[in-house]
DNA sequence: TTTGGCACTCGACCCTGGCAAGTGCCAATT
DNA sequence: AATTGGCACTTGCCAGGGTCGAGTGCCAAA
């Protein structure tokens, strides 16, 4: 066995002492605890030169080594094998969201299960609306000038609005629309929706234009863009079990779990369902956060991921665990929304 | 001056001054922050008297007294003066609640600005559909067998949700169906709308009341009873604030602001708008936080309150500052939807 | 390259004594 | 009868000092 390979192991070692611990951990513990085959004193040199390359750090003289960021990374990269689930987590995430009976109930699902397994606390972004596709909208009147608007998706979103008008509109002219806009919407994705309804007003005539572009422009602007950002959040108290060190953290950490920009920032974009990702302290320091990691995947029933999901904790979390649970609900998730 | 009234000025100095300082305040200390008039040794007679009767406590001897649960009560019930708000709070939160444009708007407006003005968690109940009124039911046909049926209240609030038909309905039915539901529907509450819509299948032949009995069942399950239970939560993060003592109480309080229903339990049943309720302590023991208070308000457009809003934080808070923020926002939230 | 030995550092822990805050009681005063 | 000053007593908090042990880095030997 090369030198490298041993020291990548002492890393490995060390990550997976102190997640368990809690404590800097020393040359002694480690041969004591792992079968290493050499001595404390070769274990000493090989820590010498990780610190120096910067993978771990010792808090003070004289006290065991701690991973550092760059460390983390390393391990979670290069070092960690898949934990798989065990079986009782395996049937746990089944019977969990075998149950669910709309989206809705799917995510808060998700949500609470991905805050069990991993007893950390979990983020959950309801499936875009921009990347899915419309199955119907439907225009209903409510006063003379008043029009609520619903949008339904093929994901089995609903997305409601209410509408003032400009003027009073009667109910010819609400069902010739409503007529318009699922005749060129339905089966379509929203970048093909929006391109296609903002021309809609100019085959209306002038007098309703007004009227008209209220409509689209509600169905555009806050249908989509403000529903893009729903998110659901569990498990807070988890994070109030860890102590000291990341006490410091925890109230920017809840305010951010419920800062929705922020949390959007944290997830991150989706872009394919398969990788699970993970963003470890100082990486998103963007947000503040650098004592924080952010387990994530994308999920969505095909190949493009249609949202992320993910868990947040202390840098110091069980990476490999996490990686599992997080990457196991997502895909059985995105089989539940692809079954749909 | 009476004894009685003085061992009363005793009490409101003891808690004002142990909720300005966090640490148990002696008698020395008493007769220097308040012109109390006589000597430390009178005031020491007052508190043994106090804490006899329950009012204070020691954490050991030769500390200073500290408020028990007890003397809390007695403090808000009898010796606390509103505090009114600062003319600047007065402008944020009508600043901050008229750009809200729905009821969505209103609810996550009020959550925060709620936790923002007392720097504690914020819950706030959507207004209860139990109490309000229809405006209209709307069915929508997806597909041969599936019914997406939407309820707008008269409060704005739109809840709908998808219904699997056990067999086939054409546009006829459920066009009808609409009309009927509607036309008993409209402008009712909900005691009366269950009461009647469950006689509406007998008035269709035998062929259609499975598709008849399915949708009204989704309208008065679904709709009704499951969302009464929509609360919103803010400012989870003011409460990692405070430390040690309230640290053992802040995972399952934070675990308690997640589960709707113990949060409900939490806030109680909102009666009528008018008085602010304060739960000190152990006397929201069954929930097990007995180190946690809570102040709460109904809400509402008219006489009854629609629903519940407070604020949650450990017993040792500002109580005339919370009583008097959660009071003015209760109400400017009732103007609003009156006027809605 | 590995290893055992060794000196060194430094935080954690314990004990101690002094300090200060706070109390309760009592006798004196009004 | 209420209030007050005085005083002895309790007790947690804190600083100082000593010990302990974990852990390191270095070096010479295998």
């Not at 709309?102 to 990347?131: E, G, I, K, N």
């Not at 509109?169 to 929706?193: K, P, S």
């Not at 007003?201 to 729903?230: C, K, M, N, S, Y």
Request: net charge negative.
């Amino acid at each position: 066995m090369s030198v490298d390979d041993r020291k990548l192991d002492v890393l490995r070692a060390i990550v997976e002492d102190y997640v368990a611990t809690q404590e800097p951990v020393g040359s002694k513990a480690l041969v004591d605890r792992h079968h290493l085959g050499v001595s404390p004193a070769t274990i000493r040199n090989d820590m010498a030169a990780l610190e120096e390359e910067g993978y771990i750090a010792q808090p003070h003289t004289s006290a065991g080594r701690v991973p550092t960021d760059k460390g983390y990374r390393l391990f979670v990269d290069r070092l960690s094998t898949v934990k798989p689930l065990s079986s009782p987590e395996k049937r746990a995430i089944q019977t969990f969201l075998d149950g669910a009976v709309d989206l809705d109930d799917v995510v808060s699902r998700t949500v609470r299960l991905l805050a069990q397994l991993t007893r950390q606390a979990a983020v959950v972004q309801y499936p875009s609306l921009s990347r899915s596709l419309v199955r119907h909208v439907e225009l209903v009147m409510l006063a003379p000038a008043r029009v609520l608007v619903v949008l339904i998706t093929d994901t089995g979103r609903v997305e409601q609005r209410i509408v003032d008008l400009p003027s009073d509109a009667d109910d010819a002219l609400v069902g010739e629309l409503r007529a318009r806009i699922n005749a060129l919407a339905v089966g379509q994705d929203f970048a093909t929706v929006e391109a296609q309804v903002t021309e809609l007003t100019d085959r209306f005539g002038p007098e309703d234009r007004a009227t008209i572009a209220a409509v689209t422009g509600t169905l555009l602007t806050t249908l989509i863009e403000r529903h893009e950002e729903r998110v659901a959040v569990a498990g807070t108290g988890n994070l109030a079990r860890y102590g000291q060190e990341f006490d410091r953290e925890l109230e920017p950490l809840l305010s951010a779990l419920e800062e929705h920009v922020v949390l959007l920032r944290l997830l991150g974009e989706a872009t394919s369902p398969t990788p699970v990702r993970v963003r470890i302290g100082s990486e998103n320091a963007q947000t503040g956060l650098s004592a924080t990691s952010v387990v994530t995947s994308g999920y969505g029933p095909g190949e493009l991921a249609l949202a992320s999901m993910g868990v947040v904790g202390p840098t110091r979390m069980d990476y490999p665990g996490t990686i599992a649970a997080v990457g196991a609900v997502a895909r059985y998730v995105s089989k539940i929304l692809a079954a749909h």
